[in-house]
């Protein structure tokens, strides 16, 4: 979770994989996004992360990114303003980030959970914040809900599946390549 990075858009990385380390968790058809906010860091002879509140400053008394996201929902909730916008990712597998979409931050508060103070975040699909469609082969559609997790891992294993045979096919190519000809595999 980055507040305002670049181009003044914020960031959440979300998990919603089994054993997941957050109770991240998509609601409404997949237009509402349930975000919980960042443990304190592991340190070496500290605290379990999962057994203490979640921070909303750091030791030196700035907001941590929880504070921080926490500010500019309440400011939106409570004044009716222009809402934070927030490009989420989802993690899929290790090393494999989807791009999920563009979001509004428009609530947050704290709940207990396991016996600690943890933050929720609340954020709806910004359909309108969906990037233009480049190739001119393709429709414009609206973004109006979130792919499911398990659609996106059947494309990701397709397409890892699609991977290993383009691989296999030029490998196979390479090895039987001479100079005088190429035999393709079947």
Request: net charge negative.
């Amino acid at each position: 979770m980055n507040f305002r990075l670049r181009d003044g858009e914020s960031v959440v990385l979300l998990s919603l994989r089994k054993g997941a380390p957050y109770a991240d968790r998509i609601e409404d058809e997949g237009r509402v996004l349930i975000y919980e906010g960042h443990d304190v860091p592991r340190q070496p002879g500290g605290p379990d992360p999962k057994r203490v509140d979640q921070p909303t400053r750091t030791p030196s008394g700035g907001l941590t990114q929880n504070g921080i996201f926490y500010e500019a929902a309440k400011r939106h909730a409570e004044s009716g303003g222009v809402p934070e916008r927030v490009r989420v990712y989802e993690k899929l597998r290790t090393g494999i980030w989807v791009f999920t979409g563009v979001f509004r931050l428009l609530d947050a508060w704290l709940e207990q959970s396991d016996g600690r103070q943890v933050f929720k975040f609340r954020l709806e699909l910004d359909a309108d914040a969906t990037p233009a469609t480049r190739d001119a082969r393709e429709h414009d559609l609206d973004q109006t809900r979130v792919i499911p997790t398990a659609v996106k891992l059947e494309v990701c294993s397709e397409m890892e599946v699609a991977a290993s045979s383009a691989v296999a096919m030029t490998t196979s190519i390479s090895i039987t390549s001479s100079p005088t000809h190429a035999v393709a595999p079947r």
